[in-house]
């Protein structure tokens, strides 16, 4: 959890990523000396892979990463503009970095609208500083807002896609989602339609902490392909996947397994089908103990190994039978 330290500043880096001014696609603007590894790490996921031309009526994505051990990344892509050699489809990439533990309690990287740079800036950037507090009371008020929509989000997929997602998530297998016509995918702007972000942050509130922390997502794609990304909504125009992934088509309910088959467990199917059930039925306390679980259950794994999960064992079978016999 946030340290008990309320009132103490989280400090934030930040890099801005484009073209221009003669040079080619690079770090025009930075707010502290970073490993070549991180760098070349978001040189590579900063961006929408492949052209947005003018006809396609984009405004702005969110894309989100893992930077590096500990470091999360959330990428804000804008158009910028032609370049001085009047070249259209030039894009920006404002980038934040963030300690991954914070997204034990963010859900919503909207709540990082207010800091995000739509400009070409060069040179040092200052590094952002934001009181803990204040994180965690928008992420509050943003999870808030999600939760009341959030059937409305989840009746937008199948129980059968909805399984599909999950194992693909857990099972690191990329899924391009083709939305309707219901859902925003081409600005972050919060509207009364639904958007690709507002349902890339309601999957991120079904999954523990250790998986998020892993997690990479785009809330606008073009090339399936071409994205090293777990989970995209492609534009109607985009180029669709021919390599491992799954395809959950929201107009039609269909799943398309491309290069890749399976069978979805136990596990992931009784995990939907419960979660499913409280949230219909407004159980939301219900709904966070079973991910603490599934996050509980990571780290005893890896602290414990056999003896973590015979042990995990003995305590469901404890508990099932403690309440066999209250009842």
């Avoid at 808030?144 to 999950?166: A, H, M, V, Y």
């Avoid at 972050?188 to 639904?194: D, F």
């Avoid at 491992?244 to 939907?272: A, H, V």
Wanted: charged letters at 25%; aromatic letters at 8%; a positive charge.
């Amino acid at each position: 959890m946030i340290p008990i330290d309320l009132s103490a500043d989280i400090i934030i880096n930040q890099l801005i990523y484009t073209s221009g001014r003669g040079a080619d696609y690079r770090f025009i603007a930075k707010s502290a000396s970073l490993k070549q590894s991180i760098l070349k790490r978001i040189e590579k996921l900063a961006l929408v892979k492949y052209y947005i031309t003018p006809d396609i009526a984009f405004k702005s994505a969110l894309r989100c990463f893992p930077a590096s051990k500990g470091l999360y990344a959330i990428s804000y892509v804008t158009i910028a503009g032609k370049d001085e050699y009047n070249r259209p489809e030039r894009l920006r990439a404002h980038i934040l970095l963030l300690d991954s533990k914070l997204l034990e309690v963010i859900t919503d990287f909207r709540i990082f609208k207010e800091f995000f740079i739509d400009e070409d800036k060069f040179g040092e950037l200052n590094k952002l500083k934001i009181k803990k507090i204040e994180i965690l009371e928008k992420s509050t008020l943003a999870t808030s807002k999600l939760l009341e929509r959030i059937d409305k989000i989840l009746e937008l997929f199948t129980n059968e896609q909805l399984e599909n997602l999950l194992y693909a998530i857990y099972n690191a297998i990329k899924v391009i989602i083709i939305p309707s016509n219901k859902i925003v995918i081409d600005s972050i702007i919060e509207t009364e339609k639904i958007s690709s972000i507002d349902i890339i942050s309601t999957i991120s509130m079904l999954l523990p902490l250790t998986v998020r922390e892993k997690l990479s997502f785009s809330s606008f794609i073009l090339h399936g392909d071409m994205e090293n990304i777990n989970l995209g909504f492609i534009h109607e125009r985009g180029v669709l996947p021919h390599k491992k992934s799954i395809i959950l088509d929201l107009n039609s309910g269909e799943i398309d397994k491309i290069g890749i088959n399976y069978r979805i467990d136990s596990f992931t199917s009784e995990l939907t089908s419960i979660l499913l059930d409280l949230i219909k039925k407004n159980r939301f306390n219900e709904f966070k103990s079973i991910i603490s679980l599934i996050e509980s259950s990571y780290s005893l794994m890896e602290t414990h190994g056999k003896k973590g999960a015979r042990l995990l064992q003995k305590i469901i079978d404890w508990t099932y039978e403690l309440v066999r016999s209250v009842v």
